[in-house]
């Protein structure tokens, strides 16, 4: 700033506007020697600019990641010396290519310095650490409702079921059913809790199938639909329970309850929890729009999104496992009784990793 | 669109300012930076965007297709038996690779992928605060549904029967697909979950300073030298200078900026318009380079000065 006060005691000779608009004869174009302040000003401030710009010229090209640790320190520093040549500009000078050239220069490196960290492993640590088990706690009401929904589907759907088995039609497509349905006999209903003698192969693509045509794809359904006020993700969490509430009864109906429940809860314990979690976060999206607060509804949507997408995320994770525990884990391990072992413990995991993890750390 | 208080700072901020180049334009937004001052960005267009989508993708299907070919010589040439795996892997590859692609380059490359570095596109924080990964991971979890769902749907035509299905489906899988189009920030569902918009990358050159000469190095500003411009040839009064205001200045700044084959001729119909405005006589020969040259110094130097005292004289209708 110096050489701007200095520059401005030599061309300003105390003379306002008001004065100077008097007799005509103004000589602002003045003597040889004469330097206007903007120019001074651009004269001293010029090498931090050019130094900033090169810099940001080869972090641009070449990633942050070539810049030395000594640049690296420098560069927030040069970046807040560039905005207040800008605060100054703006005030002091009319030069338009200057401005824009300070404007540009300032956005470049704003743009790397607030573009995000460049470390994905300790985001990725962030991540799963702290984020995403606050994010589920913060969201445990729309959680309890999610659950509440599918949980209602499924005492609907089992409450009809056992009074008529004929609204298993109704609720089950025969896409899914796969032959189980009341007309079959018990044996044909029993036979695929214990199907063994697949080998690997066929184990693997039953989890990648499961994981993408299924669970994963109504999660993320689940959670996008929120978007549409969050109608769609009840009924989408309700439509799921009346399945399974279908399927128990039929197979209750049979005297089969005990090991369909192994069956189902070794990976439904995790699978359902996430589709319990996408349930949530669409309805957090839902809400968002429906009830903005003193936001816009763009802006709420932004401020539920984020935490939102988070528990997406997460749930995805969780099909991840759920689709390992599916594919392998129900092969592998045929008696009920270790089922629900397993089932157990991944309750009780699950439990204290999203009630747990991440307390106390900010 | 940030909240409220910010945007309005950010509004009267930008009346304080002058207008840049290129604001006014319908992608010209404003962002205020943690530090609190406002910068002017400029929205990528979406044609652009698009642009630089359909590259990402082919890169995506480029490595998917790799991987693919590699396991394929890997079952023929080891007979590891079965494709039945390998399509199975194939399909977890590619769902890992297309979701986490995005995420993945607009992490480590400070809001980037590969498609968007070519188109001079980045994406950044809404509200103008530092893109966090969760805003990263929730824009890019989006395009699932917003893309990969529908190519998938649309691809193999699984509708659901009926006619009336059929047509809900494709209705609003093209509410998430053409989001982009139905609103002024040309946001996707993506960035309105995320509060994030797509910029595109600013451009700007430092030129030499109309009204010093470019050679005044750091330290010596005001000393006499050779880098001084000579002696001023026009000396013109303040009612000559009160003829014009700042954007008349800046436009003024562009003719003598201008280098274009043509210049030569705006400069010299610019002169004479001047010369007749203020009345001043042509000598003889006309030098219209000097004159507007002299004739932009003493305006700035002119309103710089009125600007510190705290008029800002827009234009020349603007009678302060």
Sequence with gaps: MAIVHRAAAETETGRAPAASAGPATAAHSGAPGFTLKSTAFRAEREPAWRRLEALIARAESSGLASLEARELLRLPILYRAVLSSLSVARAISLDRNLLTYLESLSSRAYFLIYGGRSNALSAIGQFLGATLPKAVRAARWYIALAALCLALGGVVGYVLTVGNLDWFYTFVSEGSAGGRTPTADTETLRRPLYTDGRGFAERLTAFASFLFTHNARIGIMAFALGFALGAPTVLLLFFNGLTLGAFVALYVSRGLGVELAGWLLIHGVTEMTAIVLCGAAGLMLGRAVIFPGEYTRLQNLARAGRGAAVIVIGAVLMFFVAGLLEGFGRQLILETESRFLVAGVTGVLWALYFVRAGRGRR | ?320
Excluded: C
Aim: no cysteine.
């Design chain 2, 1 to 320: 669109m940030s909240d409220p208080a910010r945007q309005s700072t950010a509004s009267s901020a930008a009346m304080q300012a002058p207008r840049p180049i290129g604001l006014g334009s319908r992608l010209a937004r404003w962002i205020e930076t943690p530090e609190g001052v406002v910068l002017p960005i400029q929205l990528g267009q979406r044609g652009e965007r698009a642009v630089a989508f359909i590259l990402d993708f082919l890169i995506v299907m480029a490595i998917i297709f790799g991987l693919y070919l590699a396991l394929l010589m890997a079952v023929i040439g080891g007979g590891l038996g079965g494709v039945n795996w390998l399509a199975a892997l194939v399909m977890l590859a590619s769902f890992f690779i297309r979701s986490f692609y995005f995420a993945f380059f607009e992490l480590r490359w400070q809001g980037t992928t590969p498609g968007k570095r070519v188109m001079g596109l980045r994406v950044i924080d809404r509200a103008g605060g530092p893109l966090t990964p969760q805003a990263v991971l929730a824009r890019n979890l989006m395009r699932e549904v917003e893309i990969f769902l529908p190519i998938t749907v649309l691809i193999s035509g699984t509708f659901g029967g009926e006619v009336w299905q059929t047509l809900a489906t494709i209705g609003w899988l093209a509410v998430f697909m053409f989001m982009p189009l139905f609103n002024r920030d040309g946001l996707r569902v993506g960035d309105m979950i995320a509060g994030t918009w797509v910029v595109a990358a600013p451009k700007g050159a430092l030129m030499q300073d109309l009204a010093g000469g470019e050679a005044i190095p750091a330290g010596v500003a005001g000393a006499a030298g050779a880098e001084m411009p000579a002696a001023p040839f026009y000396n013109f009064t303040t009612k000559q200078l009160d003829a014009y205001g700042i954007y008349e200045l800046q436009t003024l700044e562009g003719v003598l900026r201008d280098r274009r084959p043509n210049a030569a001729e705006v400069r010299a119909e610019v002169a004479l318009r001047i010369r007749a405005k203020i009345g001043m006589d042509d000598p003889d020969p006309p030098d219209d380079e000097r004159f507007l040259r002299e004739f932009y110094t003493a305006m700035r130097a002119r309103l710089e000065r009125r600007m510190l005292f705290g008029v800002r004289r827009r234009d020349k209708h603007d009678r302060r």
